[in-house]
């Protein structure tokens, strides 16, 4: 089992950025895959971003490529999301997660955090 605690959510303007952080505890956090998924208001969850456990290998939705960066410290336990030139479109409730790869992760993670919410404004 795996615990995942998101941080660093909040209301932000566009073009601006915010790094949420998501606490891993329980399994061996520097084994798994980590990742984050978001769902908007009336829409489904959708990948945003994944990395493996070694941290060479990232997957990331196009509609953030060049804007986020995934990036992981297991030494703190923790996976980071930087995401820069925020949009409204961003604005959405992001979830961290857990799975066996990086490539797995991002269809199905075997864990979920609680989710922190992002609001971008115009």
């Known amino acids: 089992q795996v615990q995942l605690v998101e941080s660093g959510g909040g209301s932000v303007q566009a073009g601006d950025s915010l790094r949420l952080s998501c606490a891993a505890s329980?399994?061996?956090?520097?084994?798994?895959?980590m990742g984050w998924f978001r769902q908007a208001p009336g829409r489904e969850r959708e990948f945003v971003a994944t990395i493996s456990w070694t941290g060479a290998i990232t997957y990331y939705t196009d509609s953030v490529k060049g804007r986020f960066t995934i990036s992981r410290d297991n030494a703190k336990n923790t996976v980071y999301l930087q995401m820069n030139s925020l949009k409204p479109e961003d604005t959405a409730v992001y979830y961290c997660?857990?799975?066996?790869?990086?490539?797995?992760?991002?269809?199905?993670?075997?864990?979920w955090g609680q989710g922190t919410q992002v609001t971008v404004s115009s």
């Open positions: 997660v857990s799975g066996s790869s990086a490539a797995t992760t991002r269809v199905k993670p075997d864990y």
């Open positions: 329980g399994r061996t956090f520097s084994s798994n895959a």
